[in-house]
């Protein structure tokens, strides 16, 4: 079965007027995070027969909510995910990848793939974080918690 005939699959993500809007830049990461995750996902909410489903994210203090419906629109699930297990992770990450934008410019070839296996492991860090907050809620194979997180990211982003 191919991923798009899946019923266990995200076909829309939305965000939310909470997140707000930013730079040009920021805006373009986060549609190719949306992209990259439409593209290719495991989505399965707890109890729930099959989608594919809609994802609209908000934000509400700290907390990143998930209102899950189906592809016509029937509520499926809302879930309020903290942030805060996030923060580490991600300050890490941009941290990272800065070092990363940094050397391309002017290390070795082997100084840049060290930073990027870094970068990545804290990513996949990210993205098992994610997908322990998820579960029972929310079955997401390890390819879709890392756009998932991807996209966390992004919303952490200002440019």
């Known amino acids: 079965m191919t991923v798009a005939a899946s019923p266990h699959r995200l076909c829309?993500?939305?965000l939310d007027e909470?997140?707000?809007r930013s730079t040009p830049d920021v805006e373009h990461e986060r549609a190719v995070a949306i992209f990259d995750l439409l593209e290719e996902n495991s989505f399965a909410p707890a109890g729930h027969p099959g989608g594919p489903y809609?994802?609209?994210l908000s934000l509400v203090e700290a907390k990143l909510i998930f209102s899950i419906t189906t592809e016509d629109g029937a509520e499926v699930a809302t879930h309020i995910l903290s942030l805060t297990p996030f923060r580490r992770i991600v300050k890490d990450y941009f941290l990272i990848c800065e070092s990363y934008y940094q050397a391309i410019r002017s290390a070795t070839p082997s100084q840049i793939e060290a930073i990027d296996m870094g970068r990545r492991g804290i990513h996949n860090e990210g993205s098992q974080t994610l997908m322990d907050r998820l579960q029972?809620?929310?079955a997401v194979d390890f390819?879709?918690?890392r756009r998932l997180f991807t996209l966390v990211c992004v919303l952490y982003w200002k440019g």
């Open 12 to 14: 829309d993500v939305t």
């Open 18 to 20: 909470t997140i707000g």
């Open 54 to 56: 809609r994802l609209k």
């Open 136 to 138: 029972g809620k929310i």
């Open 143 to 145: 390819d879709t918690a």
